[in-house]
């Protein structure tokens, strides 16, 4: 079955204690990206890869990291955890085609708390 | 930059009546993708309808249809015959068509609509 998993589903944490959150695809897929959802803001882009060891800000990269050493998997890492960093956080991947359509595919999200 | 406004945060609609979220969007691209996402309470993403900017006949899906307005940036989403499963969080969201290179390739959000069915 074709799917993006995340892991954990759920964390709390406390301030200051690195955690990572993985995300990885069966789909061989090109593009993957993290996003963050909060409550009256929509889901924000916070990172994006186009393919292995190509990875690229989004719209508020502040605070995240990440890494693509393979093309499956995609973790997103908070070296130091702050609670404006609480929300709800997607991974999704698709293909890239010139001048086509790739559906987005999306993890079931992780809600993250830090307290 | 793109933007997606989604100007009602919350909307109700009796069971089995008919609701239309509104969506606006403003971009400098002329080939782009334009969508609709419901999120229930499971949180899962899932793509309701996708209309691609090119073309002039609106999307349609089963109960959930398009208005589709380029000249004027907007896109609405109706849904028929309203059930009780379409209680949801419902996001438009613009993609630019094709392979850019670059960050566009991602979705960009409205900040929501909430969807209450009434029974």
């Known amino acids: 079955e074709a799917q993006v998993t995340q892991n954990p589903r759920y964390l709390i944490t406390v301030t200051g204690k690195k955690l990572t959150v993985t995300c990885s695809q069966n789909?061989?897929?090109?593009?993957m990206s993290w996003y963050r959802q909060d409550p009256g803001l929509g889901l924000r882009q916070i990172y994006y890869s186009m393919n292995v060891e190509v990875t690229d800000k989004g719209d508020v990269p502040e605070g995240y990291k990440v890494s693509r050493k393979e093309k499956r998997n995609f973790p997103l890492i908070l070296e130091s955890p702050s609670p404006n960093q609480t929300s709800l956080y997607f991974c999704?991947?698709?293909?890239?085609?010139?001048?086509?359509?790739?559906?987005?595919?999306f993890g079931p999200g992780t809600r993250l708390t830090v307290l | 930059a793109q933007t997606v406004t989604q100007s009602q945060p919350e909307m109700s609609v009796q069971e089995a009546e008919t609701v239309t979220l509104s969506c606006t969007y403003d971009t400098s691209e002329s080939d782009y993708y334009l969508f609709w996402y419901k999120q229930p309470p499971s949180r899962q993403m899932i793509l309701v309808i996708r209309?691609?900017?090119?073309?002039?006949q609106n999307a349609t899906e089963n109960r959930f249809s398009v208005n589709f307005q380029k000249a004027a940036k907007s896109f609405s989403l109706k849904i028929s015959d309203s059930q009780l499963g379409d209680a949801a969080m419902y996001f438009c969201?613009?993609?630019?068509?094709?392979?850019?290179?670059?960050?566009?390739?991602?979705?960009?959000f409205g900040k929501g609509t909430h969807l209450i069915i009434q029974p």
């Open positions: 789909m061989n897929h090109e593009y």
């Open positions: 969201a613009y993609m630019v068509s094709g392979y850019s290179g670059g960050g566009a390739d991602g979705l960009t």
């Open positions: 999704a991947s698709k293909g890239l085609r010139a001048g086509g359509y790739d559906e987005q595919f």
């Open positions: 209309q691609e900017a090119y073309k002039q």
